[in-house]
């Protein structure tokens, strides 16, 4: 699944809307402690958190997650949105909590 069909299929939100969807997905790691996610996240995964601040960037970029999905209507700071852009990173939005954003996921096939 690509980042654009996960969009399509849900109605979050895109917080970078100039960067390319088109990333393949290939799991996804749901987590809040920087230093867990950074030793335990995949490649080319989707990282779900609350957190919005630049160290989330900074993380996803080294763990090179496909995108972050910032569940729960959780604050993106607008610096936060425009490091992803500079670092070409897909933020995405999700209201739903991050329990129930992965369960999205899993019922998705991700």
Sequence with gaps: MTLK??????????????????KE??????????SWVMGN????????????HLNVIAVALLREFSAVIIADNAAIPEEMIEKANEENLVLIESGLPSYETAKKLVELGV
């Design 25 to 34: 997905i290939s799991g996804a790691y749901c987590g809040d402690l920087l």
């Design 41 to 52: 996240g995949d490649s080319n995964q989707v990282w779900i958190t609350v957190q919005g």
């Design 5 to 22: 069909e996960l969009l399509d299929q849900t109605g979050w939100k895109l917080a970078t809307p100039n960067l390319d969807t088109s």
